[in-house]
């Protein structure tokens, strides 16, 4: 009797712990995006959060340009009136539109205003429809795109999950040439925040150009030590604030600094002989 209370005791203990464990998997699950076609209406989705499926029209006020792209402004329809108007002073070459539905009441469109040339972007956000308008509650670009010494500014990737946005970026900075780095927007108190301003990046490896001074933290005047020309670094980390990039260079012996990324007027190859621009 014993033996059969202890193994259903076990059993029932697995099942609780089991039974936690998909339920945390279901809230980290993550949400999958639907692209929204353009100059046609898109009648299979809720956005307003009222659940009847409402007709969502993203279309150009320009016509088509021949040689395939689409120029701006552009506008998003929902159930015949309009909801978004991209910035008439950006040159768009085309809108990209992604719906994200978390349940049934929770929706975002992801609007990205993309330049085209060199993967370049104008904005991408995240918005809501309330009280008749696609509302922005999360800027993922700006934060990003504020810094001197951003060039060539593109997401290649948007994770989502119920209180998380994980965005990958790539850019082009003055000092390093292209990076790519992962930066993490939390839903709390009802708005979408970023987390801190430092992020490790794809580690990339560098030469010396130069006598190159590094300091101890970003921003500050304390030196870590000072590369020499024909050295060699791995740079792993960003460091985005004060309207100003921070790159984190790494040592084979272990040793560490910090450097601003320079200005956009730096020829390459002017820090490091590996640096190539594109574009």
């Known amino acids: 009797m014993k033996k059969t209370w202890y193994w259903k005791g076990l059993m029932a203990l697995f099942c ?144 989502l999950k119920k209180d998380k946005i994980q965005v990958k970026y790539s850019n082009q900075f003055c000092a390093t040439g292209g990076m790519y780095w992962t930066a993490v927007f939390r839903y709390s108190d009802g708005k979408w925040k970023l987390e801190g301003n430092t992020y490790a990046t794809r580690k990339k490896n560098l030469t010396a150009n130069r006598k190159i001074t590094l300091r101890k933290k970003p921003g500050g005047t304390e030196q870590a030590l000072v590369l020499k020309k024909g050295q060699k670094v791995q740079a792993t980390a960003i460091c985005l604030k004060n309207k100003k990039a921070y790159i984190k260079f790494v040592l084979p012996d272990g040793r560490k600094g910090w450097m601003k990324s320079g200005s956009r007027y730096d020829r390459q190859e002017y820090y490091f002989k590996d640096v190539i621009y594109a574009g």
């Not at 209406?41 to 009222?50: E, F, I, W």
């Not at 007709?55 to 909801?83: C, L």
């Not at 990209?96 to 370049?120: M, Q």
Request: aromatic share 10%; hydrophobic share 30%; with cysteine.
């Open 16 to 159: 609780l712990i089991a039974a936690g464990f998909t339920v945390r998997q279901a809230e980290a699950a993550e949400v999958k995006s639907v692209p929204i076609k353009l100059q046609t209406d898109v009648k299979s989705y809720d956005v307003t959060g009222d659940g009847k499926k409402d007709v969502i029209r993203v279309h150009s006020e320009k016509p088509v340009n021949p040689d395939g792209y689409t120029e701006g402004p552009w506008v998003i329809t929902i159930n015949g009136k309009t909801a978004f108007r991209s910035n008439p002073k950006n040159y768009t070459e085309y809108l990209t539109v992604n719906l994200y539905r978390i349940d049934s009441r929770k929706s975002y469109l992801c609007i990205t205003d993309e330049l085209g040339a060199n993967n370049d972007i104008n904005e991408c956000a995240f918005y809501q429809y309330r009280d008749g308008k696609l509302k922005k509650v999360c800027d993922i670009l700006t934060p990003m795109d504020r810094h001197k010494s951003i060039l060539h500014i593109y997401i290649e990737k948007i994770k």
